[in-house]
């Protein structure tokens, strides 16, 4: 649960999920009872194209875990998935995905593209929902890293049980593609990048046995989406939700697969005098800045500059003097597995 981390407060929860209100297998009360079972701090619902649960008055806290419930909205080609919270409305069907998109922005709402990187060919069945309308502009974020989607490009007729019975062993981290695009869209403005979950707990037929692919509860002890503050989160609803809206949009985020490792103390500041800033952060300049990291344990540190790595080394605490202006970020990597990825402190730029 919730970590007290120099003098932030770090949150950890999961984002994307689904319940019987559209393919997944498991009402919002069950999932939600799972969810506060694997520690998760928040959860944010999307089912698709149906905001019911919310109108029903289903968001608010469920024991200590922050329940709060938008959407997956999708062009009517079933591709350009988009995450929506705080929208007055489910938008019609019909919308082309600049039209929606416009219009989410437009209602100010928290969105994100959803599985953006999707390429997989091996089998026809299962059929890739990449975002393709790069054009579009606003949105609030992108998710980098989808769960369901990494396990998928993987499959194949062959591995198909295997990756079935150990969904989170086949798990290595973002694309370079997908970083690289995310890397340049920050050049420009703030994006922030989560992790999506993707939870739909699937039963599949494998051979003579049926299976649920991905249960609930694997998703949850994977990825999670991280998101740090300045005060507690608090117990009451309005208040507590957009706590953790405004961390989203501030970039004040950085994921991690708990297969890996507990995440929750990593640390990542940018300083400059007496200035002292978290991922999402700005300082003015590079002058006499420094980055810090620490992690929770050893791993491989990499500091990416404007989206390429500037520096690597094995340790759990790292400082670095800043040369030049950009945007950085800080990736960990367990062997050939990615642990944690932050978003990126701004220095010198807007």
């Not at 329940?67 to 069907?93: A, C, R, T």
């Not at 609930?216 to 309005?238: C, D, G, Q, T, W």
């Amino acid at each position: 649960m919730a970590k007290k981390v120099g003098d932030w407060y770090n949150y950890s929860g999961a984002i994307h999920m689904h319940t019987t209100e559209s393919d997944g297998t498991k009402s919002l009360e069950e999932v939600a009872e799972i969810g506060q079972k694997c520690g998760l701090d928040f959860m944010l619902f999307t089912d698709h194209m149906t905001l019911e649960l919310r109108k029903s008055g289903k968001e608010g806290f469920y024991g200590k875990t922050l329940v709060l419930i938008g959407y997956e909205h999708n062009d009517p080609d079933d591709k350009n998935h988009f995450l929506i919270f705080e929208s007055p409305q489910v938008y019609p069907e019909e919308m082309l995905v600049k039209e929606y998109v416009s219009a989410a922005v437009s209602d100010k709402s928290i969105n994100f593209l959803a599985h953006p990187d999707e390429i997989r060919k091996t089998l026809i069945e299962y059929p890739p929902y990449p975002w393709t309308d790069w054009s579009v502009e606003g949105f609030t974020g992108i998710e980098l890293w989808n769960h369901m989607s990494e396990w998928m490009e993987k499959l194949t007729r062959y591995n198909k049980l295997l990756m079935t019975f150990s969904p989170r062993k086949s798990m290595v981290g973002p694309t370079a593609r997908i970083l690289k695009k995310w890397d340049e869209l920050n050049l420009k403005r703030k994006v922030v990048g989560i992790a999506g979950v993707d939870a739909h707990a699937f039963p599949v037929k494998a051979g003579p046995f049926t299976v649920e692919i991905f249960p609930y509860k694997v998703h949850f002890r994977a990825l999670r989406s991280h998101v740090i503050l300045p005060h507690p989160l608090s117990e009451e609803l309005e208040q507590a939700k957009w706590q953790i809206y405004d961390a989203l949009r501030d970039c004040r985020v950085f994921l991690s697969n708990m297969r890996w490792g507990e995440a929750d103390s990593f640390e990542f500041y940018g300083i400059q005098g007496s200035s002292r800033v978290v991922c999402g952060g700005s300082l003015e300049s590079a002058d006499n800045a420094k980055l810090q990291i620490k992690l929770p344990e050893k791993a491989l540190i990499k500091l990416i500059h404007n989206g390429n790595t500037v520096l690597t080394a094995d340790t759990d605490n790292l400082e670095y003097s800043v040369k030049e202006k950009g945007i950085y970020r800080v990736e960990a990597w367990k062997g050939s597995r990615g642990w944690i990825f932050s978003n990126h402190i701004r220095i010198g730029i807007s």
